[in-house]
């Protein structure tokens, strides 16, 4: 499974949609996604630079328009559409923290995981000695209403550590001097909203997109680190990213790509200039 896909570089067969499902299954998966007649263009949530090879098949393939407009939450930025009320005193807490150093931690709001799974998350963050603000989802974790799979002692730990919420103002975390990672499961509205930031990511990708997002983190535009679910590596790799000098690299790569993300969507970039694109071709038609 780890084996590069053919003509899919730097894709593995482990980080296909679908791979672990029956082979009827997988089509039908990929049929519903797939149109039934020939698109007359693409509108793609993307920057141009971050999937050049891609978008260059696409068009190979196609030969229609194709629009990269993205990111839409700098493009065009609109209030949360998150169904969980955000607990916005969490940035009251960010203020407090020294630069870079606390791991935003949230996995999304359809991911589930069971209490095994979340007692090795909550060790490995106790256990790295670093701040974290860490989302728990209420009934994210199967059989507990909120976090009391934490036993006594750790909730304790715990909470002279860092700060559990319900759900967070993720773009404003994102944004805040204090956060220095972000442990994510690279779904793709949370990594463009990491990488507008310039903010290094730990990938734990539950399926389907997050798996290819989590490879192009990692090994393709290297601000991102894949982990394993065990409180030993979870410390590491927090610390890599926190505190060790893999860290820093990774941070400053983001940084460059955070330049070049604004490069594109501000006046005369290539997102800016392809919204201006469709606009036209919709007029046009």
């Known amino acids: 499974m780890q084996e590069i896909v053919p ?37 793609w949530n993307t920057l141009e630079f971050l999937e050049p090879s891609a978008l260059t098949w696409i068009r190979q393939q196609y030969q229609v328009p194709t629009f990269t407009i993205g990111p839409l939450h700098k493009i065009s930025p609109t209030p949360s559409t998150s169904f969980l009320e955000e607990d ?7 203020d407090k923290q020294k630069p870079k150093s606390v791991i935003y931690v949230s996995l999304g709001s359809l991911a589930y995981m069971n ?11 106790a256990n ?13 974790v199967q059989g507990f209403e909120w976090v009391e799979f934490l036993e006594e ?9 860092g700060l559990i919420v319900k759900w967070a103002p993720q773009k404003e975390v994102l944004a805040h001097n204090a956060v220095g990672g972000f442990w994510s499961h690279c779904g793709w509205n949370s990594t463009l909203e990491s990488v507008c930031e310039g903010v290094p990511m730990l990938c734990q990708p539950f399926g389907v997109d ?11 535009w290297k ?16 610390r890599r990213i926190l505190v060790d000098k893999e860290g820093e690299e990774r941070r400053q790569r983001g940084m460059e790509i ?15 200039k392809s919204l201006n694109d469709l606009v036209e071709f919709i007029w046009s038609l």
């Open 88 to 94: 916005t005193s969490c940035i009251t807490w960010l």
């Open 223 to 238: 601000m991102g680190v894949e982990i394993v679910v065990e409180r030993k590596e979870i410390e590491g790799a927090i």
């Open 210 to 220: 997050q798996l290819l997002n989590a490879r192009y983190l990692s090994y393709v």
């Open 7 to 43: 003509e899919l570089n730097p894709f593995r067969y482990k980080d296909l949609p679908f791979i672990d499902l029956p082979t009827q299954d997988a089509l039908d998966s990929a049929n519903m996604i797939t149109p039934d007649t020939p698109p007359s263009a693409f509108i």
């Open 115 to 125: 209490e095994n799974v979340a007692t090795e998350m909550a060790l490995g963050l």
């Open 153 to 161: 002692g750790l909730a304790v730990e715990m909470k002279e550590r």
């Open 258 to 272: 955070q330049e070049n993300a604004k490069l594109a969507f501000n006046h005369g970039g290539s997102s800016h």
């Open 128 to 140: 790295s000695n670093q701040p974290f603000l860490w989302v728990v989802r209420p009934g994210s």
